[in-house]
C-alpha cells in the first residue's frame, strides 16, 4: 500500500463554504488545531507530543535546547563548575513565581529533577551518578556527583518527551506513575481547566506574572518567551477536511500538521503560510511488545525487519515527493553527529518478503493473533499503521487491526498485560528528528526491560551497555563508534522498526508572524 485513501473525500470538503467565526484582526486569541486530543495532562507520565506542547506552555524549564542543539539558560541565570566536574551551581534568576503566586525555589527544582527523572534515560544517568542535589538557599541549588557527567546541561534542558519542567514541590512530591493533582507550573500559559472540553477544546491563558528572559534570541525552547495573546484556544478537529476549512475561513489561525496531500489547498490561499515544521524531520517507528508472543521472540522481530519497504511508508506518511522523506534510514536522525549507514543491508530493495515469510516459521511463529493498534484521528500514523496491517498480512500473520482514537491508544499501550486481557502486539508512531539524535534520547533504545523502557519493554542487555558506554565516550569520535555498534545491535536484536524520515509543514494564517521554527510553542507569535 503505496498511498492513504482516508484523505480522498477530505480534499473535496475542504473547499466547501462555511460560515466564518473569525475574530477581529486585534482580537488577541489564538485558535490552534492541535495533532490530537490531550488525554494526558502530566507531561511526565508519557511521551505523546501533544503532552509535551502542553507541558511547555504551563511549566517553564531551566535550560532551553536551541536550533543548534546546545542548551541555553532559561529559569537559571547561571551556574558554576567545581571539583573536576563533580559540582554543580545553579542560580535561579531573580521574580520567578508559579501560578498560585509562590515562588521558585531551589528545592522545586530539585523535586522535579527526581521525579522526571524516574522516566527519562537523561535523568536515569545523572541519578546513577548523584551524590546529593541540595538547596543551600531559595534561588539555589546544587548538584553534586560520584563521577562527571558531560550530558548535565542536555539533561537539564531535556525537551524531548517527557521534557523536564519545574513543578511546585508539593506537585513534583507525587509518584512518578501516578498524576500529578494540579496543573500548577511557572510557564508563561496558566491552564484553564473549566473550560475544557474533552475532545473538543482546551484552553489556556497568559500568566500576567511570568518574566521573560532579558536577553537572548528566541530559538526552539530558548530564549526569551514574550506572550502577545490573552488567550490560546486549542481546537480538536480529527477530520482534515474540517480542518482545512476552518484554516481557510479564518476559523481558526494555526493547524500544526496538515497532511502533506491537502498542502496545494492550503498554499493557494493567499491568507496562509506553510513553513516546515522542523529542519530534522519526523521519524517514523513500528513499536513490538517484547513482554509476550509472538514479538517476544527476536527471530520473530527479524523476519518482520526484514520485510519491510521503508519507501512504502514514508509514500504513505508524506507523499511521492521523493524530498518529502528519506530511506534508508537507521536508528538515528540523518545528518546529525550519530547517524550512520552501517548495518543498513537489511534494508533490501525490494525488500525479502518471501526469505521473510520463510524465516517467520525457521522461528517458531504458530499463528498467534496480533494485535495491532493503530489511531483514526491522526492520518500520517493511520496511514502508516495501513501500511503495517499490510505488510504483516503479507507475512502470514494473524492481525487483529484494532482502530481508535489517539488518545485511546496512548492509554491502551500503557497496558502490560498480555493482549488477550487488554493488552497490545504493535503499533506504529512517530517521532520529531530532534528526539533521535543520540542513544539516550531516543525512547524507543531504552531496552531496560518493563521497569525502565519505553512502551514495549525491549530488555537488550547489551544496547543498555552501549548506551552507558556513549554517555562514558571522551569525544565525538568515541560517541560515532558506540552507535555504529549501537546500530548493529537494533538491526539484530530488533527493539523497534525504522521506518524512515519525513518532512512535513505546518500551517498559519497571515495575522500571525514570528511563529517558532523547530517546536510548536505559543511564545513570541504574535498578530501581524
Same mark, same amino acid.
Request: charged letters at 25%; aromatic letters at 8%; hydrophobic letters at 40%.
Given at each position: 500500500m503505496h498511498r492513504r485513501t482516508l484523505l480522498a473525500s477530505a480534499a473535496a470538503a475542504a473547499v466547501l463554504p462555511r460560515p466564518s467565526l473569525a475574530q477581529p484582526a486585534s482580537a488577541r486569541v489564538l485558535k490552534y488545531v492541535p495533532q490530537a486530543d490531550l488525554t494526558i495532562t502530566d507531561p511526565v507520565l508519557t511521551t505523546a507530543y501533544i503532552t509535551r506542547t502542553h507541558g511547555l506552555m504551563i511549566w517553564d524549564q531551566l535550560y532551553g535546547l536551541d536550533a543548534d542543539l546546545k542548551p541555553q539558560p532559561q529559569m537559571v541565570e547561571g551556574h558554576t563548575v567545581e571539583d573536576d566536574g563533580r559540582r554543580w551551581t545553579f542560580r535561579l534568576r531573580e521574580g520567578l513565581v508559579f501560578h498560585d503566586g509562590e515562588p521558585v525555589r531551589g528545592r522545586d527544582c530539585i523535586a522535579s529533577i527526581r521525579r522526571w527523572a524516574q522516566r527519562d534515560a537523561l535523568g536515569q544517568a545523572l541519578m546513577a551518578r548523584l551524590d546529593e542535589m541540595s538547596a543551600p538557599d531559595d534561588r539555589s541549588f546544587v548538584i553534586r556527583l560520584k563521577r562527571p557527567y558531560g550530558a548535565m546541561l542536555d539533561a537539564l534542558a531535556k525537551v524531548g518527551p517527557p521534557a523536564l519542567l519545574i513543578m511546585p514541590e508539593r506537585l513534583a512530591a507525587t509518584d512518578a506513575s501516578k498524576p500529578i493533582p494540579e496543573i500548577i507550573g511557572s510557564g508563561p500559559f496558566r491552564w484553564k481547566g473549566d473550560e475544557r472540553v474533552v475532545g473538543a477544546r482546551v484552553v489556556y491563558e497568559k500568566f500576567d506574572r511570568y518574566r521573560p528572559r532579558e536577553s537572548g534570541t528566541p530559538s526552539w525552547a530558548a530564549g526569551p518567551k514574550r506572550v502577545f495573546f490573552d488567550r490560546v484556544e486549542w481546537q480538536v478537529m480529527p477530520d482534515p477536511g474540517t480542518a482545512t476549512a476552518a484554516l481557510q475561513n479564518g476559523e481558526v489561525d494555526w493547524w500544526e500538521n496538515p497532511p502533506n496531500d491537502l498542502l496545494p489547498i492550503l498554499e493557494g490561499s493567499r491568507d496562509i503560510v506553510t513553513?516546515?515544521?522542523t529542519p530534522l524531520g519526523t521519524m517514523g517507528t513500528g513499536i513490538f511488545n517484547h513482554l509476550h508472543p509472538?514479538? =517476544?521472540?527476536p527471530a520473530i522481530r527479524r523476519a518482520v525487519l526484514g520485510a519491510v519497504n521503508q519507501q512504502d511508508y514514508m509514500i504513505a506518511a508524506a507523499g511521492t515527493d521523493p524530498d518529502l522523506y528519506n530511506v534508508p534510514v537507521g536508528i538515528f536522525t540523518p545528518d546529525t553527529p550519530m547517524a550512520t549507514r552501517a548495518s543498513l543491508d537489511v534494508f533490501g530493495t525490494p525488500p525479502g518478503l518471501e526469505r521473510s515469510r520463510q524465516a517467520l516459521q525457521e522461528a517458531g511463529y504458530k499463528g498467534e493473533r496480533v494485535i495491532l493498534m493503530s489511531p483514526s484521528d491522526q492520518p500520517v500514523l493511520a496511514a502508516l499503521g495501513e501500511?503495517?496491517? =499490510?505488510?504483516?498480512?503479507?507475512?502470514?500473520m494473524n492481525v487483529e487491526f484494532v482502530v481508535s482514537d489517539w488518545g485511546t491508544l496512548v492509554q491502551r499501550r500503557a497496558i502490560k498485560k498480555p493482549p488477550a486481557e487488554g493488552g497490545w502486539n504493535m503499533f506504529n508512531t512517530t517521532w520529531a528528528g530532534l528526539d533521535m539524535i543520540n542513544p539516550v534520547v531516543t525512547q524507543v533504545l531504552r531496552s531496560g526491560g518493563p521497569d525502565s523502557a519505553f512502551f514495549g519493554w525491549p530488555d537488550i542487555p547489551r544496547i543498555e551497555a552501549l548506551r552507558e558506554q556513549w554517555l562514558d565516550a571522551p569525544d565525538l569520535t568515541a560517541q560515532q563508534n558506540v552507535a555504529r555498534e549501537i546500530q548493529a545491535v537494533a538491526m539484530r536484536e530488533v527493539p523497534f522498526l525504522p521506518l524512515g524520515q519525513y518532512f512535513y509543514?505546518?500551517?498559519?494564517?497571515?495575522?500571525?508572524? =514570528?511563529v517558532v521554527d523547530g517546536?510548536?510553542?505559543f511564545w513570541n507569535v504574535r498578530p501581524a
Amino acid at each position: 500500500m503505496h498511498r492513504r485513501t482516508l484523505l480522498a473525500s477530505a480534499a473535496a470538503a475542504a473547499v466547501l463554504p462555511r460560515p466564518s467565526l473569525a475574530q477581529p484582526a486585534s482580537a488577541r486569541v489564538l485558535k490552534y488545531v492541535p495533532q490530537a486530543d490531550l488525554t494526558i495532562t502530566d507531561p511526565v507520565l508519557t511521551t505523546a507530543y501533544i503532552t509535551r506542547t502542553h507541558g511547555l506552555m504551563i511549566w517553564d524549564q531551566l535550560y532551553g535546547l536551541d536550533a543548534d542543539l546546545k542548551p541555553q539558560p532559561q529559569m537559571v541565570e547561571g551556574h558554576t563548575v567545581e571539583d573536576d566536574g563533580r559540582r554543580w551551581t545553579f542560580r535561579l534568576r531573580e521574580g520567578l513565581v508559579f501560578h498560585d503566586g509562590e515562588p521558585v525555589r531551589g528545592r522545586d527544582c530539585i523535586a522535579s529533577i527526581r521525579r522526571w527523572a524516574q522516566r527519562d534515560a537523561l535523568g536515569q544517568a545523572l541519578m546513577a551518578r548523584l551524590d546529593e542535589m541540595s538547596a543551600p538557599d531559595d534561588r539555589s541549588f546544587v548538584i553534586r556527583l560520584k563521577r562527571p557527567y558531560g550530558a548535565m546541561l542536555d539533561a537539564l534542558a531535556k525537551v524531548g518527551p517527557p521534557a523536564l519542567l519545574i513543578m511546585p514541590e508539593r506537585l513534583a512530591a507525587t509518584d512518578a506513575s501516578k498524576p500529578i493533582p494540579e496543573i500548577i507550573g511557572s510557564g508563561p500559559f496558566r491552564w484553564k481547566g473549566d473550560e475544557r472540553v474533552v475532545g473538543a477544546r482546551v484552553v489556556y491563558e497568559k500568566f500576567d506574572r511570568y518574566r521573560p528572559r532579558e536577553s537572548g534570541t528566541p530559538s526552539w525552547a530558548a530564549g526569551p518567551k514574550r506572550v502577545f495573546f490573552d488567550r490560546v484556544e486549542w481546537q480538536v478537529m480529527p477530520d482534515p477536511g474540517t480542518a482545512t476549512a476552518a484554516l481557510q475561513n479564518g476559523e481558526v489561525d494555526w493547524w500544526e500538521n496538515p497532511p502533506n496531500d491537502l498542502l496545494p489547498i492550503l498554499e493557494g490561499s493567499r491568507d496562509i503560510v506553510t513553513q516546515r515544521a522542523t529542519p530534522l524531520g519526523t521519524m517514523g517507528t513500528g513499536i513490538f511488545n517484547h513482554l509476550h508472543p509472538p514479538f =517476544d521472540n527476536p527471530a520473530i522481530r527479524r523476519a518482520v525487519l526484514g520485510a519491510v519497504n521503508q519507501q512504502d511508508y514514508m509514500i504513505a506518511a508524506a507523499g511521492t515527493d521523493p524530498d518529502l522523506y528519506n530511506v534508508p534510514v537507521g536508528i538515528f536522525t540523518p545528518d546529525t553527529p550519530m547517524a550512520t549507514r552501517a548495518s543498513l543491508d537489511v534494508f533490501g530493495t525490494p525488500p525479502g518478503l518471501e526469505r521473510s515469510r520463510q524465516a517467520l516459521q525457521e522461528a517458531g511463529y504458530k499463528g498467534e493473533r496480533v494485535i495491532l493498534m493503530s489511531p483514526s484521528d491522526q492520518p500520517v500514523l493511520a496511514a502508516l499503521g495501513e501500511v503495517c496491517n =499490510d505488510m504483516l498480512k503479507q507475512l502470514g500473520m494473524n492481525v487483529e487491526f484494532v482502530v481508535s482514537d489517539w488518545g485511546t491508544l496512548v492509554q491502551r499501550r500503557a497496558i502490560k498485560k498480555p493482549p488477550a486481557e487488554g493488552g497490545w502486539n504493535m503499533f506504529n508512531t512517530t517521532w520529531a528528528g530532534l528526539d533521535m539524535i543520540n542513544p539516550v534520547v531516543t525512547q524507543v533504545l531504552r531496552s531496560g526491560g518493563p521497569d525502565s523502557a519505553f512502551f514495549g519493554w525491549p530488555d537488550i542487555p547489551r544496547i543498555e551497555a552501549l548506551r552507558e558506554q556513549w554517555l562514558d565516550a571522551p569525544d565525538l569520535t568515541a560517541q560515532q563508534n558506540v552507535a555504529r555498534e549501537i546500530q548493529a545491535v537494533a538491526m539484530r536484536e530488533v527493539p523497534f522498526l525504522p521506518l524512515g524520515q519525513y518532512f512535513y509543514k505546518t500551517a498559519y494564517r497571515k495575522r500571525l508572524k =514570528d511563529v517558532v521554527d523547530g517546536l510548536f510553542v505559543f511564545w513570541n507569535v504574535r498578530p501581524a
